[in-house]
T-cell receptor, first 114, second 108 residues
Framework: DAGVTQSPTHLIKTRGQQVTLRCSPISGHKSVSWYQQVLGQGPQFIFQ???????GRGNFPDRFSARQFPNYSSELNVNALLLGDSALYLC?????????????FGPGTRLTVT | QKEVEQNSGPLSVPEGAIASLNCTYSDRGSQSFFWYRQYSGKSPELIMFIYSNGDKEDGRFTAQLNKASQYVSLLIRDSQPSDSATYLCAVNDYKLSFGAGTTVTVRA
């Protein structure tokens, strides 16, 4: 079975622009979480969706938004990009929300804001 | 105080030795704990998780949990050069809260 897929792999944007990142979870998984990882730090939680509903939101500004589709894929949108948004954006897939459900990461999208 | 703290690295061990990684967490109510391995430029890869006090073994990896001390550790036995990576400790409370990671280098 295919693992978590993300697109695009790399992206270069200019300050003030908007970006959309995409994620497809492992087949059968209904929960998708988004994380931001800057160099030298652990991933930071942005959003979690389960069964198309938002289950949690991390400490990120309203410029960040996300949604989950009926097929459980997800998009992360970031508006009015800042230089500090440059990071590796990770999508994680799990079968359920919370508890001991393992989260499996996709390859990530490397976003560079210039 | 950070939610999850890991022992600062980098950690350098000779091939065949045991690498010991430590992690403490602040929320006494935390129930499940995960260890991920991340190679440079790649995404985190799940190694194992633990939610009961005591030891849990999986191949060359052993996770140890002590909820009273709010302490989680990962032992890598018979370390190989391919184990050279950053190891991330995470607490699972529907979302994963990560430490900053410990970079391990295994010397051949």
């Amino acid at each position: 079975d295919a693992g978590v897929t993300q697109s695009p792999t790399h992206l270069i944007k200019t300050r003030g622009q908007q970006v959309t990142l995409r994620c497809s979870p492992i087949s059968g998984h209904k929960s998708v979480s988004w994380y931001q990882q800057v160099l030298g730090q652990g991933p930071q939680f942005i959003f979690q969706y389960y069964e198309k509903e938002e289950r949690g939101r991390g400490n990120f500004p309203d410029r960040f938004s996300a949604r989950q589709f009926p097929n459980y894929s997800s998009e992360l949108n970031v508006n009015a990009l800042l230089l500090g948004d440059s990071a590796l954006y990770l999508c994680a897939s799990s079968s359920m929300s919370g508890g001991v459900s393992e989260q499996y990461f996709g390859p990530g999208t490397r976003l560079t804001v210039t | 105080q950070k939610e999850v703290e890991q022992n600062s690295g980098p950690l350098s061990v000779p091939e065949g030795a045991i690498a010991s990684l430590n992690c403490t967490y602040s929320d006494r109510g935390s129930q499940s704990f995960f260890w991920y391995r991340q190679y440079s430029g790649k995404s985190p890869e799940l190694i194992m998780f633990i939610y009961s006090n005591g030891d849990k073994e999986d191949g060359r990896f052993t996770a140890q949990l002590n909820k009273a001390s709010q302490y989680v550790s990962l032992l890598i036995r018979d370390s190989q050069p391919s184990d050279s990576a950053t190891y991330l400790c995470a607490v699972n409370d529907y979302k994963l809260s990560f430490g900053a990671g410990t970079t391990v280098t295994v010397r051949a």
